[in-house]
């Protein structure tokens, strides 16, 4: 078999040691790998470079277009940017796939029967860093969930639930607030779901506050579950944590063209340079990257001897529990136990089996070319910062400024109707928003720029505008509330 060339980073803290375990594991179960090696992380960093790689490096990454990546240390302070976050944005990683399985009675669970694989959309939501400092009192995080993004990443759950045998796609959005976005992501996931190549996969759809609490209380009840960024962030440690170790899972970042494989836990610097950590998260990572680049019969081979050791009660100090396990070992000699094992599989943990490899390979999904809806400008939401007196005082104040049809709506407060008749209970910031529309008429731009020109000549500070527009007939943006 020729060898496939991989980008490897070594990273920091105790990610030296769990990768040297991870690659003597893998490299011994026979797996056909050209290494090249580059610098990631706090001594790039600190070395004045504030993305942690250097430019010399992306040309590795992107000629192997595999990077099997160790925890790294961002160092704290300004200016360093995640470069997690850099590298899923720059290699276009859309997918995050995180296996959260329990291993009972091996490791301590309160969930013996848990296997859920959370699928992360990685690289949207409020994860653009599109951030503003608007007002004296407010900030402002934008959240972008698209179509083609959406698309993609539902495409993908359905796909591996596909590739994997998986009985059942959940979706966790949060679309009774957010009704345009999480709206999106729940409307691709029943449209996509609805599929007669998927009419073997059960659906279901959460809200993500219930949905977290049942994932947290009754994980069998779960297979796929696919959501946002943020909730995905947030739940797949949750999910892993509670599965028994956040040090026991390993994580895929899959895009069309490049991706990433790594453990879900950090560089764990208390622990660096002891021979303690658990080098697990990393080998099932490095599992999951052997199955991409097909090379799904040592993926099952490494995967069945460490099943094996933790059945044999070969434990590192994590999950060394008295009375369960046998034998407290450092990384080094786990990665021992593990070699030694190669070829037995376990006798009561499920045994892994990856011979539908070429399903396994490498998931590619692509958005659809939709029609480009008709898109009329109904009106716009001017954003004021203003502390002048009260909401009445504002609202008569604009009531006389107006451009040709366009004229003041409503005005609110962190999205709450204050004018005309609001409430004098509600609490104000400096922040309004006001609507201007022609009562349902559709509008030129030139108005709004007038608007803009009228309010700015009335001595107010616009601080942006937002406009308001229909797709298709169908408004594209949320009423205010109260009104
Ligand atoms: P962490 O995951 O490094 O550690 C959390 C806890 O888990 C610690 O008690 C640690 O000792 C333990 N732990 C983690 N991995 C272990 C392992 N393999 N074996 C045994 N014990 C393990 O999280 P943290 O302490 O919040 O972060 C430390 C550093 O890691 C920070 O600089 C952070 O930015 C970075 N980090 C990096 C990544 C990444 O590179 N993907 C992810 C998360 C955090």
Known sequence: MPKVPITVAHGDGIGPEIMDATLRIITEAGAELAIETIDIGEKVYLSGNAAGIAPESWESLTRTKVFLKAPITTPQGGGFKSLNVTTRKVLGLYANVRPCVAYAPYVRTKHPTMDVVIVRENEED??????????????????????????????????????????????????????????????????????????????????????????????????????????????SDVAAQIAGSVGLAGSSNIGDKCAMFEAIHGSAPRRAGQNLANP????????????????????????????????????????????????KVGTKEFADAVIKNLGKSPEKLKKVDYSNAKALAHIHTVASVVARPKKELLGVDMFLEWTGGTPNDLGKQLSGIAAGSLKLDVISNRGVKVFPNGMPETFCVDHWRCRYTADGAVIQHDQIVQLLQNLVAAGFDVIKTENLCSFDGEKGYSAVQGN
């Open 280 to 327: 697990s998260g990393l080998l099932l990572g490095s599992v999951m990257m052997l199955n991409h680049i097909g090379q799904s019969d040592v993926a099952a081979r490494v995967h069945n001897a460490w099943l094996t050791t933790l059945e044999e009660g070969t434990h590192t100090y994590d999950i060394f529990q008295e009375g369960t396990s046998k034998t």
């Open 126 to 235: 409020l994860y653009a860093g599109i951030e503003h400092r608007q007002t004296a009192d407010v900030y402002q995080c934008l959240k972008l969930i698209t179509r083609p993004g959406t698309e993609k990443i539902v495409r993908y759950a359905f796909e591996y639930a596909k590739a994997n045998s998986r009985k059942k796609v959940t979706c966790f959005v949060k679309d009774n607030i957010m009704k345009l976005t999480d709206g999106i992501f729940h409307k691709i996931f029943d449209e996509i779901g609805a599929e007669a190549q998927y009419a073997d996969i059960e659906k279901e759809m959460w809200i993500v506050d219930i949905g977290a609490a049942k994932l947290a209380d009754t994980p069998d009840v779960f297979d796929v579950i696919v959501m946002p960024n943020l909730y995905g962030d947030i739940l």
